[in-house]
């Protein structure tokens, strides 16, 4: 086990009838609130009204700015940006997914930056950037997939350029997070199934590492695999059973807040890749990553097919006997393709309708800012490029 730090202080305000709760939680971070949501999910299903009561019973001023699309756009952090100035913001509460929370905190560090550095090009497009101040961020989770609720990540597309970067920082965890599973009953099963996915790489991303001696952390990843796969399908056949949604939602949250990787370094090429098809093609990000990781895990698993052996043993209960470790790993791989087809997601480039034109392309582009991509092993380009042909 490599030695470690660990720091994560979100507050979890978990379960049925919290989002009641908003306004207190924000309260102490100053009074003029940024309400900052997405594309109108949350004015359907009635988090809109409980959240603007709730702030307004706690005598806050409140400042919208919706409008977040999957695949957060930089244009609109810049307008969110411009705005929290303009407005003398305190505090950003995200009410949403993924997208909606990492356009806040975006916005929440680029407004404090000092006038002569830009949010994009000296945070997104350095990798080694380091984030040093931002507003105070709280959320309202409304779909369990990112983590975005309590991780140190922010994604953001540069559409102009199709770009699609990260930014890691203790800095810019929100100081809370409010879930209730309810919340999750007017997900479309898409958008349910593609969370589950992105839950299950985040584990996966965690769970492929070339560290020995990190017990616990593999055991624990293990058991969260086996509660997503197990989880989502039946949060798909039963959409308004709390379980069901209660497990996906906590899960999701425990599968990205750095606990499950302490003493490892995780893998992330498969996200990385990832984040060039909906860098180029604005797909879910979840349907992305069922479609590259069968596909990386093919390039890669005989660099240590041990672990490989053990996740197929352990996660997906792989009873071949006779002494074939090549047999068992792909079994495994057949069941998670298998799995990501019942969730009703593509696992190939050309079942998302996507062909051989940009291949090379978004292989060329994962380099950008970067020498290689991944851990487990380092991809070149030329690697990248092999993984995604595996995929059409
Ligand atoms: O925009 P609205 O109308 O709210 O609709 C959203 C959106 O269309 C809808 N939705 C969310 N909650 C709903 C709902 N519809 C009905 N009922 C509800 N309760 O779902 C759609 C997808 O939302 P989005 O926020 O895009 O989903 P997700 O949470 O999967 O976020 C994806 C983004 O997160 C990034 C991804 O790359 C992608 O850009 N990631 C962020 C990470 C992080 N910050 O740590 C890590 C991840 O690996 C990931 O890269
Ligand atoms: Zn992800």
């Known amino acids: 086990m490599l030695n470690f730090s660990y720091y994560n202080p979100t507050r979890i305000v978990f379960g049925k009838g919290t989002i009641g709760q908003v306004g207190e939680l924000a ?10 949501y997405g594309g109108g999910s949350i004015k359907k299903n009635g ?28 244009s609109l952090v810049r307008e969110g940006i411009a705005l929290c100035k303009k407005e003398k913001i305190d505090f950003i509460l995200a009410v949403g ?50 983590g975005s609720e309590s991780s140190t990540g922010t994604v953001v597309t540069d559409w102009e350029n199709n770009l699609k970067r990260a930014v890691n920082s203790e800095t810019i965890i929100p100081k809370f997070a409010v879930m209730d599973p309810e919340t999750n009953y007017t997900l479309p099963a898409y ?56 497990e996906l939602m906590w899960t999701g949250t425990l599968a990205h807040n750095n606990q499950l990787d302490r003493g490892r370094v995780g893998d992330w090429a498969s996200h990385d890749i990832e984040h060039e098809i909906s860098g180029q093609y604005d797909i879910a990000h979840g349907a992305g990553l069922a479609i590259v990781f069968p ?85 070149k380009a030329d690697d990248v490029e092999k993984i995604l042909k595996l995929a059409l």
């Open 191 to 246: 958008q349910t199934a593609c969370g589950a996915a992105d839950i299950l790489a985040h584990l996966q991303e965690r769970y492929f590492t070339m560290e020995k001696h990190n017990d616990l952390s593999d055991k624990m990843l293990e058991s969260a695999m086996r509660n997503v796969i197990a989880y989502s399908l039946m949060a798909l056949k039963h959409p308004n059973d709390y379980r069901y949604r209660a």
């Open 97 to 146: 997914g993924g997208s909606v929370i990492d356009s806040a905190k975006a916005i929440g560090f680029g407004t404090v930056l000092p006038d002569n550095e830009d949010v994009w090009d000296d945070y997104y497009m350095k990798g080694d950037c380091v984030v040093r101040k931002s507003l105070p961020l709280g959320v309202v989770l409304t779909i369990p997939a990112a």
């Open 27 to 36: 309260k102490g971070y100053g009074k003029r609130v940024l309400l900052h």
């Open 47 to 74: 988090v809109y009204s409980q959240v603007v009561e709730s702030l307004k019973a706690a005598k806050l001023d409140v400042v919208e700015l919706g409008g977040v699309v999957p695949n957060p756009r930089l």
């Open 295 to 379: 596909a990386w895990m093919k390039y890669v698993y005989r660099d240590n097919i041990d672990r490989f052996v053990q996740y197929a043993l352990r996660v997906w209960d792989i009873s071949l006997t006779f002494d074939d470790k090549d047999a068992i790993v792909e079994a495994a791989i057949d069941r998670l393709e298998a799995f990501y087809r019942a969730l009703g997601l593509p696992v190939r480039l050309s079942d998302a309708g996507i062909g051989n034109e940009r291949v090379r392309k978004m292989a060329e582009s994962a380099m950008i800012g970067r020498d290689s991509v991944g851990n487990f092993r380092k991809l």
